[in-house]
Nanobody
Framework: QVQLVESGGGLVQAGGSLRLSCAAS????????MGWYRQAPEKQREFVAR???????AYASSVKGRFTISRDNAKNTVYLEMNSLKPEDTAAYYCAISTTSTISRPDYWGQGTQVTVSS
């Protein structure tokens, strides 16, 4: 089992920045890909970004160029740096961990952290 603890959400004005963190503990030897999803009210959860075990990254088109995902394998932590935030980025953000190279079907989820962007 892997436990994920997220932090860093909050309220920010449009154009501002936030940095989310997600620390993993437990059976961390099984971690491969790490990523972030988000879910806005009355919308489906959507992919935001992923990072592979060797550092390869992928982003949703809606955040590309504004968000940066990174990981610290020594700390078993994944980060999401969010810049130039827009009101449409408002959502609960969930970190996700996979034991394989794909993040499309995560094995573990964080509890979620709220990001609210005011206009």
């Amino acid at each position: 089992q892997v436990q994920l603890v997220e932090s860093g959400g909050g309220l920010v004005q449009a154009g501002g920045s936030l940095r989310l963190s997600c620390a993993a503990s437990g059976s961390i030897f099984s971690i491969n890909a790490m990523g972030w999803y988000r879910q806005a009210p009355e919308k489906q959860r959507e992919f935001v970004a992923r990072i592979g075990s060797q550092g390869s990254t992928a982003y949703a088109s809606s955040v590309k160029g504004r968000f940066t995902i990174s990981r610290d394998n020594a700390k078993n932590t994944v980060y999401l740096e969010m810049n130039s935030l827009k009101p449409e980025d408002t959502a609960a953000y969930y970190c996700a961990i996979s034991t394989t190279s794909t993040i499309s079907r995560p094995d573990y989820w964080g509890q979620g952290t709220q990001v609210t962007v005011s206009s």
